[in-house]
Structure formats: C-alpha cells, structure tokens
C-alpha cells in the first residue's frame, strides 16, 4: 500500500489470522498517509494512545474503539516529555510484540509506534500546557507531567485526526484536562471516558502493577479497599465530605500507608469539595508502595447516577470477595 514502514507483526502471522494483524507505522507521514486514506474510504477511526505494556485496561478501550469505528489505531509510546528525571522512563515496561497481540485481538486496524526522534525531532519546540487543574492532584507531584501529556496528545490527536480517542477513567486528572484542552482549542475529536478495569480484588490494572512484587501485592489492596469504603458509606447516604475522607484515611493508616494525596473534589472543575458532596464527586488517591517504590494512582466518581453506582458496587463486591 505504498507505507515504507509497514512491519507485520511476526507473532500473529496465521492463515486465519492474517487478516487481522494489525499494520505497525513507525513513522508521522506514514500514520499520516494511513489516516487520509482510511478518510477517504468514509471510514469512522477511532484512536486509543499508550505508551503500551498492554493489559486488560488498555484492551479495553481497545475493543471499544473498534466496536465504535470502522477503523482503529492504536499508539504506543513512551514519551519522555511527561517523566520526570527522577522518574521511571528507562525502566518502563516495554512489551511491544506482546501489545500488537493484544491489539489484533480487539480487533485493531493500525500501531502507530514512533521512536523518540521520530515524534521529537530536533529543532522541535513547541508544548501544550493547561492551567489550573493541572496544578493539582498529580500535578502538584510531578511538575512539568501534564505539559508533557497535553503536548503529546495534542501531537498524536492531530496526526491521527479521529473522530473519537478514548481514554481511561483510571488516569482521570489527565482525562479531565484533556477533555479541557480539546474543548479550549477546538479540537474536533470528541474524547471519551472509559472505566477503570480493576483486578479481582480491585486493584486497578497499571503497566506498573508489575513492580509489586512480594508482599507488596497485598500492601497494594489498601488502595481500593480504601476508595471502596467510602464508596460504600457514600452509597449508605454520607455526603459530609470530611466523613468520608476520614473512611479512607482509617483504612490506610491501618495499613501504615500515607497517600500523596487523597482528595475529594469536584468530578468537572477538580476543585476541591468543601462541606458536602451534592454533585459528582472524584475521590482520588497517589500511593507509594513503601520498598518497591511503584507509585500507584486510583481513583473512584462518588455520584449517585446509575452508571457511577454500578462502577462504586463493583468496587466494593470486588474488595470484600477477597477480604
Ligand atoms: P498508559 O499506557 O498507562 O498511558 O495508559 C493508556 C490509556 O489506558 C490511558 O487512557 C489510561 O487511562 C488507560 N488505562 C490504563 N489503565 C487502565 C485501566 N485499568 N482501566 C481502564 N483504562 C486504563
């Protein structure tokens, strides 16, 4: 079709699977050529970035997208932008033979994978940068993220051109902010919100759930055991937002943890709640899993809308069916 970087996946190649191995791109005009040929065909393209080490989470926004569109792509890349220096950049995970598996399963049309160079090259100087709720939560821990986030996004949504990209409610400060800087710039990509897959006891799947090693696994469940229960008393009808803070905060001092932060605010503004919840609330929490040092963020939506009380019931079943 005339890509110069067109590389079949070598796992997936089978007579009856062949049809569905993805194209791998590895380079902008050939994602490009790609997406304006896909246009002009009058198909819909849905588009889910990564920066791959696939799990069941991804592969959910996955099937969705594929679901939702005629075509999907799907990116993988570890952008350096939003790591800090002292952060994990060398060390994350990196699985790609395994990612374009999990994306020809849910039925992915194209990998975009560029290097480093390919996304950044020299001379590149621009970056995207939201105010406001991007000082907060984790962006008041890892200065300089979101800067990196909203400039690769901006990149890649502008290279993919896509009718929908999806995103995990799991990273939802960076869902939030976003849906802003496409609502301020006018991005024409209508940008949807998916929910957190969790594990059977409710953790919430992470590329880097694989650092818990050890006991550390089980440290680790304090996290949604946490947000479950005050989920739990927000459902039994506590609205004091306070009460419900302090729920959470038992369940970690019991567990001799303390959060980076554990917040409740607004599930819109992200400003933080005061008094009571009246209106959808984020109770979002950043723990460091003391001796391996993974960084874990999770987050739950107390509201008391259909979709946001099936998500908090499932929460809850799943922390107390392994309690
Ligand atoms: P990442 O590769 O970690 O940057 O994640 C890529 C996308 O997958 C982001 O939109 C994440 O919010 C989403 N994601 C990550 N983990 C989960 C999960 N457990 N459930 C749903 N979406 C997820």
Redesign the pocket.
């Known amino acids: 079709m005339g890509y110069s970087t067109i590389l079949p996946c070598k796992r997936l190649i089978s007579e009856d699977k062949a049809m569905r191995t993805p194209l791998v791109l590895t380079r902008r005009s050939d994602f490009r050529d790609f997406v304006s040929a896909e246009k002009k065909k009058g198909r819909t393209l849905g588009f889910v970035?990564?920066?791959?080490a696939l799990h069941e989470?991804?592969a959910?926004?996955l099937r969705k997208a594929s679901a939702e569109n005629a075509t999907s792509v799907l990116s993988v890349f570890v952008n350096p932008k939003q790591f800090g220096p002292n952060e994990d950049f060398a060390r994350y995970p990196r699985t790609f033979d395994a990612d374009v598996a999990i994306a020809a399963e849910a039925g992915v049309t194209a990998v975009y994978a560029p290097t480093v160079e390919e996304m950044y090259p020299a001379g590149f100087k621009t970056g995207v940068k939201v105010s406001t709720i991007t000082d907060v939560l984790c962006g008041a821990m890892r200065p300089g993220h979101f800067d990196g986030v909203c400039t690769v996004v901006t990149l890649l949504l502008n290279l993919a051109r896509a009718d929908k990209a999806y995103?995990?409610m799991?990273?939802y400060q960076?869902l939030a902010i976003i849906k802003q800087m496409c609502r301020d710039l006018a991005h024409p990509t209508e940008i949807v919100g998916?929910p957190?897959?969790r594990e059977p006891d409710g953790l919430?799947?992470?590329?880097r759930n694989r650092y818990l090693v050890g006991d550390s696994r089980q440290v680790a469940k304090a996290v949604p055991t946490a947000l479950a229960t005050a989920a739990k008393s927000f459902l039994d009808g506590e609205t004091s937002s306070e009460n419900l803070l302090n729920k959470a905060r038992a369940i970690f001092a019991a567990a001799a943890l303390t959060p980076q932060y554990l917040d409740l605010r607004d599930a819109e503004s992200l400003e933080l709640i005061q008094g009571k919840v009246e209106r959808p609330a984020v109770l979002a929490v950043a723990q460091i899993i003391p001796k391996v040092e993974c960084r874990l963020i999770d987050n739950v939506v107390l509201g008391k809308e259909e979709f946001y009380k099936s998500l908090l019931s499932d929460l809850i079943r799943r922390t107390q069916s392994e309690g």
């Open positions: 970035p990564t920066m791959g989470g991804h959910s926004l995103f995990g799991k990273d960076q998916v957190t897959i919430a799947m992470s590329s």
